[in-house]
């Protein structure tokens, strides 16, 4: 079900969609303000805005399509009818993405690392406020909870009638993106001896913040897409889990070409995969002892969350080493 908020002749407009209208444009603005605090490239940067929508909506619906198709008539009902069905905000990223490479290739990519640096600070901040939505319907709540509580929300179950409280998952997952926006914002500005970052820095830093945390909410979703192989494997933790590997194995890379101590850099490593394993088995634990979700969840969230750290300080320490060996003012290109 969903709140309507104008009725304009026979269409109706719901609140959701105008929440997510309005976390749209947020993101563009942001994007504008971020990518020109950055770079001079005021054609790249009102280029890049249609390709980006126009890929995260095609691409967004097409991954919905695959892994819901029985929520639709055909493909070229999905492609065409936009008057049911969804995204999935990974194809949307996806889309993103390839509209920045698409321009950067055009361009010869000379801002490509500072696009995605843009795109991945304004995307935490439209997601933040694009999953407010959720107030307005009855999308990505998560499982029965026995009590209420502020992560929770009551909803009537469509089958039997009765109110039951659920985990008000896009909640959770709004809190998580705006605290991502505020971290990534910080270091966007952040500067060490009056060096900055490099191009691309941010980017690398938002898969792996977004994805340790997407890693754990999506699993609360009792809505989430599975692989149409087995139906039970989340594709989001999958593509969370290979966001966060790609991410530190981009940092560890770096902080061996800058002579980085290689025990340090492979002890980092093994403790991310050790607490990568340990979230792994609280997923397949939390599926089997469903009385246990705090527990489950408290140790996943806490190896999510020490990933996150770890990789930070790779990429930290990377930075400062490679910092006498780069000029102030010129950066490499993602």
């Not at 109706?12 to 942001?30: D, E, F, K, P």
């Not at 990518?35 to 967004?60: H, K, N, Q, S, T």
């Not at 407010?132 to 992560?151: E, H, K, M, V, Y």
């Amino acid at each position: 079900m969903d709140a309507i908020a104008f009725l304009v002749g026979p269409y109706s407009i719901y609140w959701s969609t105008v929440i997510q209208a309005m976390a749209a444009l947020t993101g563009v603005l942001l994007f504008w303000f971020f990518y020109l605090w950055d770079e001079r490239d005021c054609v790249g940067a009102f280029c890049v805005v249609p390709l980006a929508i126009a890929g995260a909506v095609v691409l967004g619906r097409l991954v919905h399509w695959y892994f819901r198709q029985d929520s639709y008539l055909s493909l070229v009902s999905a492609l065409t009818d936009y008057s049911y069905g969804g995204f999935a905000l990974m194809g949307c990223f996806a889309g993103v993405f390839l509209a920045a490479a698409m321009l950067a290739l055009l361009r010869r990519g000379r801002h490509f690392g500072a696009m995605l640096d843009a795109l991945s600070v304004a995307g935490a901040g439209a997601v933040g406020i694009g999953r407010l939505s959720g107030f307005c319907n009855t999308a990505d709540r998560g499982q029965i909870l026995l009590n209420p509580s502020f992560w929770g929300t009551q909803l009537v179950n469509p089958g039997t009638g009765a109110s039951e409280y659920r985990l008000a998952t896009f909640l959770l997952q709004a809190a998580a993106a705006g605290v991502i926006f505020l971290v990534l914002t910080f270091l966007f500005f952040w500067r060490r001896g009056g060096h900055r970052r490099k191009p691309g820095d941010i980017f690398w830093l938002f898969c792996l913040y977004y994805g340790a945390s997407q890693a754990v909410l999506d699993s609360t979703r009792y809505d989430s897409l599975y692989f149409r192989s087995n139906g039970f494997v989340s594709v989001v933790q999958i593509a969370c889990i290979g966001a966060i590997v790609l991410s530190l194995s981009v940092f560890f890379i770096r902080y061996r070409r800058a002579n980085g101590w290689l025990p340090g850099g492979m002890a980092v490593l093994f403790s991310s995969a050790v607490l990568l394993a340990g979230g792994g088995w609280m997923e397949y634990y939390v599926q089997r002892h469903g009385n246990q979700a705090v527990f489950a969840y408290s140790v996943m969230s806490s190896c999510m969350l020490g990933i996150a750290v770890l990789g930070t300080i790779l990429w930290y320490i990377a930075r400062m080493r490679e910092i006498p060996r780069s000029l102030p003012t010129i950066y490499p290109t993602l």
